[in-house]
Structures are given as structure tokens and as C-alpha cells.
T-cell receptor
Framework: GQQVMQIPQYQHVQEGEDFTTYCNSS?????IQWYKQRPGGHPVFLIQ?????EVKKQKRLTFQFGEAKKNSSLHITATQTTDVGTYFC??????????FGPGTRLSVLP | SAVISQKPSRDICQRGTSLTIQCQVD?????MFWYRQQPGQSLTLIAT?????????ESGFVIDKFPISRPNLTFSTLTVSNMSPEDSSIYLC??????????????FGEGSRLTVL
């Protein structure tokens, strides 16, 4: 079935440094979503990418969808302590549900 | 967006007992899902709760262990039956396709953290 992988599993950065997490799928995706889960919280939707090569920005966050629609990345510029959490990518499964990647846990040291 | 209320938020249960988790949404939704998130892990889909019919279970999950009800478009329950310590996890209700607004995103409840002794 559908599998979505993410790297790295963990990332520790100093506040102000950049951060990137990568998502790869075994199959071509019609779209990909990104979620953030703060420690002790629930996943919160960040964005959905649909088009091949699409790039979307949300303030310091930049999301990319690969040309082949098999990979995606999330880049955070100049991390802040509020960026701490686990970032999940999710690919469509069937029936409007999604398969979640293992997540990248981001720690930001002040 | 959809506001999702889950009860209980957390519970400590004895081995062999069963617990029912409730999920209430503030608007009618087409799709409701139940996910499990084991400590430090990602989200794994248990089943899709179908209104008016039996839930659709993912591989590795069965109705006898995780019976699900979906009596209407705003409410669902998940029961974790005959619990063992391996069932200790966070169980998350999720909805998609809020009536009249299908952006594709999933909304999640706060989760129910179960600890089985």
C-alpha cells in the first residue's frame, strides 16, 4: 500500500538556524499535505500541495512539491522556539483519508 | 473549520476492560476517521466511520477489537475492547469534508490518551 517516508527523524537546531524536512513517497501522489503537532497537542493542518513543482510560502515556511509528485519538502527559515513540534507529511490513501509519514521532530534551542 | 470534541481526554484503564471514546463535531461532516498515535510515533488510521453502515477498517484492525458507531453526521464512537498494555496510546478522531467546504484537509480532535495497566 501507500507509504510515505520522512527524513530526518529528529532535528535539533539553534534558534535562528534554518530547518528542512523531506518527504518521499513510493508512488506518485495526487496531492500532499503537511501537518504540525506541538508537544502534547493534536495535528494541525498547514498546507496542501497539488501541482507538480508547486512552491507555497507561509511567512517563514516554504513548501515544495517535486516535479514527479513523489517528494516534498518543508523549509523553515530562521527557526523560532514556537516552531518546536513534529512535522508530518501525509499522502492521500483512499476515501479521502491520508497516510501519514513518520514525522520529523524539531527541537529549537534558544 | 470544524470544532471537534473528544471524551474522555485521558483515562487509566485496567487490563481486560473496554473503553468507549466519543467524538462530537460542531457541523455535519461526510468523513470521520479514527487514528491511533502510539507514544512518539506517527498516526495510524484505524478505520473510517461510515454513517449508517459498518466502519471500514484498515489492515491490522478488526471490528471485534475496535467497534465503531456513527449514528449521524456529527457523532461517532470508538470502543477499545478487552484492553491490554499494548493499547496504551492516543486515539484521535478526525474529520474531513465539512459539509459545504471540502478543502481536503483533516481536522483533528484533541485526542484521548489511554493508559492500560
Amino acid at each position: 500500500g501507500q507509504q510515505v517516508m520522512q527524513i530526518p527523524q529528529y532535528q535539533h537546531v539553534q534558534e535562528g538556524e534554518d530547518f528542512t524536512t523531506y518527504c518521499n513517497s513510493s508512488t506518485t501522489l495526487s496531492n500532499i499535505q503537511w501537518y504540525k503537532q506541538r508537544p502534547g497537542g493534536h495535528p494541525v493542518f498547514l498546507i496542501q500541495l497539488v501541482k507538480s513543482g508547486e512552491v507555497k510560502k507561509q511567512k517563514r515556511l516554504t513548501f515544495q512539491f517535486g516535479e514527479a509528485k513523489k517528494n516534498s519538502s518543508l523549509h523553515i527559515t530562521a527557526t523560532q522556539t514556537t516552531d518546536v513540534g513534529t512535522y508530518f507529511c501525509a499522502g492521500p490513501n483512499y476515501g479521502q483519508n491520508f497516510v501519514f509519514g513518520p514525522g520529523t521532530r524539531l527541537s529549537v534551542l534558544p | 473549520s470544524a470544532v471537534i470534541s473528544q471524551k474522555p481526554s485521558r483515562d487509566i484503564c485496567q487490563r481486560g476492560t473496554s473503553l468507549t471514546i466519543q467524538c462530537q463535531v460542531d457541523s455535519q461532516v461526510t468523513m470521520m476517521f479514527w487514528y491511533r498515535q502510539q507514544p512518539g510515533q506517527s498516526l495510524t488510521l484505524i478505520a473510517t466511520a461510515n454513517q449508517g453502515s459498518e466502519a471500514t477498517y484498515e489492515s491490522g484492525f478488526v471490528i471485534d477489537k475496535f467497534p465503531i458507531s456513527r449514528p449521524n453526521l456529527t457523532f461517532s464512537t470508538l470502543t477499545v475492547s478487552n484492553m491490554s498494555p499494548e493499547d496504551s496510546s492516543i486515539y484521535l478522531c478526525s474529520v474531513g469534508a465539512v459539509a459545504g467546504m471540502n478543502t481536503g484537509e483533516l481536522f483533528f480532535g484533541e485526542g484521548s490518551r489511554l493508559t492500560v495497566l
